[in-house]
Nanobody, 125 residues
Framework: QVQLVESGGGLVQAGGSLRLSCAASGRTFSSYDMAWFRQAPGKEREFVAQIAWNGGSTYYGDSVKGRFTIFRDNAKNTVFLQMNSLEPQDTAVYYC??????????????????WGQGTQVTVSS
């Protein structure tokens, strides 16, 4: 069993930055892919970013590419999402998700086994 706890959300003005954190329990964090998804009111869940178990590869959704960076610290069992140049369209609840290392698509939420409770990010114009 893996538990995920997100933090770092909040209210920020357009153009600002936030860093989200996701702390994972369990001793096998380093063998798990980690990802961020988001969901805005009335919209479907959207893939944001994923980092492989060893940090060797990263993937980003088209809407955040070049503005967001995902990275992980396996020694601290934590994955981060650095969000720069935030836009009002980035407003959503952001969820951390994880799965055992896999070559399957990083973008499909249904392929992730464990999810955090989410953290709200609100970007004002």
């Amino acid at each position: 069993q893996v538990q995920l706890v997100e933090s770092g959300g909040g209210l920020v003005q357009a153009g600002g930055s936030l860093r989200l954190s996701c702390a994972a329990s369990g001793r096998t964090f380093s063998s798990y892919d980690m990802a961020w998804f988001r969901q805005a009111p009335g919209k479907e869940r959207e893939f944001v970013a994923q980092i492989a178990w060893n940090g060797g590869s990263t993937y980003y959704g088209d809407s955040v590419k070049g503005r967001f960076t995902i990275f992980r610290d396996n020694a601290k069992n934590t994955v981060f999402l650095q969000m720069n140049s935030l836009e009002p369209q980035d407003t959503a609840v952001y969820y951390c998700a994880t799965r055992r290392a896999s070559i399957a698509s990083p973008r499909e939420g249904r392929l992730y086994e464990y999810w955090g409770q989410g953290t709200q990010v609100t970007v004002s114009s």
